[in-house]
């Protein structure tokens, strides 16, 4: 799927109709994979910094997302994160470029903001001190995480705090 860069958008759309949208701040909010439409939906709403932690595949990508955005003069990061083998080193390429970014608009995504809602659940926790039931919370808005991705938190919670 490419993105068509002429596109118009439907005055009935907004933001929070991307699929899984969560607004988790001001300045962030997250979401699955948007659709061509709504990419101009998360330009108009002044985001400055798109993360897509998504892989790039027709079923749940669109090819050109990152032209798309870089023509509009935001930063994109693509972080493939494999949802059957989330790697350490995929969620400290994220927290890097959080903290890199962070006094700027920030809008995460996947194919369905199940890898986003983890990490940036583990990102609180860890860089930012929240309480582990306030951000372990945020998850089950969007899903109960699966044996793999329950392991890979209880491995990086265990991990962090081996450290402090």
């Known amino acids: 799927m490419s993105v068509s ?19 988790l701040s001001e300045s962030m909010a997250t979401s699955g994979q948007p659709t061509e439409e709504e990419l101009f939906l998360i330009v108009d709403s002044g985001y400055e910094v798109v993360i ?19 023509k509009r003069n935001i930063q994109y990061f693509h972080i493939p994160v494999l949802f059957q083998e989330p790697k350490e080193s995929d969620l400290l390429q ?6 890199k ?24 926790i860890i860089n930012l001190g929240w309480q582990e039931t306030k ?6 808005l969007i899903w109960e995480p699966n044996k793999i991705w329950q ?11 081996s450290c402090s």
Do not use: P, W
């Open 135 to 140: 951000a372990l919370s945020d998850i089950n």
């Open 101 to 124: 970014y962070r006094e700027k608009r920030i809008f995460v995504h996947c194919a369905a903001n199940k890898r986003v809602s983890v990490f940036i659940a583990l990102y609180r």
């Open 5 to 23: 860069f002429n596109l118009t958008v439907n005055l009935k759309m907004n933001i929070e109709s991307i699929y899984n949208y969560v607004l």
């Open 151 to 161: 392991s890979f938190i209880n491995h990086q919670l265990t991990s962090s705090s």
């Open 52 to 70: 897509n932690l998504g892989l790039e595949n027709e079923e749940y990508s669109l090819k050109n997302e990152a032209l798309f955005f870089n």
């Open 94 to 99: 994220f927290t890097e470029t959080l903290k």
